[in-house]
């Protein structure tokens, strides 16, 4: 009997000095934090949209993603959460083929511009150097629209407003750095046209009226950054 209440005292005695040093494991993903991002991007019409007109036409666009990210993450219990903002810019763009317009003269291309992102993520220690999270947040993307009639040309900003959603694992290299593999998947549900001065507008805001839209967007991202 002695012996089993010595060895369950020795084992609550580990557990005790164990809970502070998990606590400290958590410091290497507490705090403010900066990062770069790379990857692959793709976006395609939402599963309500299909361009079933020109089999020729792209059905989705792909590219690389860059950007960098700042954030803040603290520790609750044995949980970390945090609050996040990106700025992005991806190389994906695509040129409308259409025989018939072409030979009129008519061109275009479209390419995607600036992707803002703010959000939060949750996440649990896999071990300590290791975080597992969740996130999810707002995101406002941009795409870049250039049209010639051989005469006239058009420039349009789209304007698109949705949300984002993602999971990742993030590794601590040290206490003060880290690198991360993340996941995300972003719809974006209205938009507006922004026009260029093309003299469409007479109050000259150039803006057209917020519209429905249905546009998903997948990431794979890399990510490396530091701590303060």
């Known amino acids: 009997m002695k012996k089993t209440f010595a060895f369950i005292l020795a084992t609550a005695s580990a557990s005790a000095l164990a809970a502070p040093a998990m606590a400290q494991d958590n410091s290497a993903f507490t705090g403010p934090r900066i990062e770069g991002v790379v990857g692959y991007d793709i ?3 939402g599963s309500d949209v299909d361009n079933e007109l020109n089999d020729e036409d792209d059905q989705s666009i792909d590219g690389f993603m860059y950007g960098v990210g700042v954030g803040y993450d603290f520790a ?25 317009l072409e030979d009129l003269g008519f061109n275009a291309n479209l390419d995607t511009g600036r ?10 220690l896999v071990n300590p150097r290791t975080l597992a999270y969740v996130k999810g947040g707002y995101t406002n993307a941009r795409y870049n629209l250039q049209a010639s009639d051989g005469q006239t040309d058009i420039g349009t900003d789209l304007d698109l ?13 040290s206490e003060r750095s ?19 001065d093309n003299g469409f507008f007479e109050d000259d805001t150039g803006e057209s009226g917020r519209f429905d839209a249905d546009l998903d967007r997948h990431q794979i991202v890399l990510g490396a950054g530091f701590r303060f």
């Open 178 to 196: 880290f690198v991360k593999l993340e996941y995300r998947y972003s719809n974006y549900s209205e938009g507006e046209f922004d026009f260029q």
């Open 115 to 124: 992707d803002i992102y703010l959000g939060a993520r949750a996440g649990i």
């Open 76 to 100: 609750v219990g044995g949980a970390v959460l945090g609050v996040e903002a990106e700025l992005s810019d991806s190389t994906a763009e695509t040129e409308v083929n259409d025989g018939d």
């Open 43 to 45: 976006s395609k019409a």
């Open 161 to 173: 407003d949705g949300y984002r959603v993602g999971a990742g694992v993030e590794y601590a290299t």
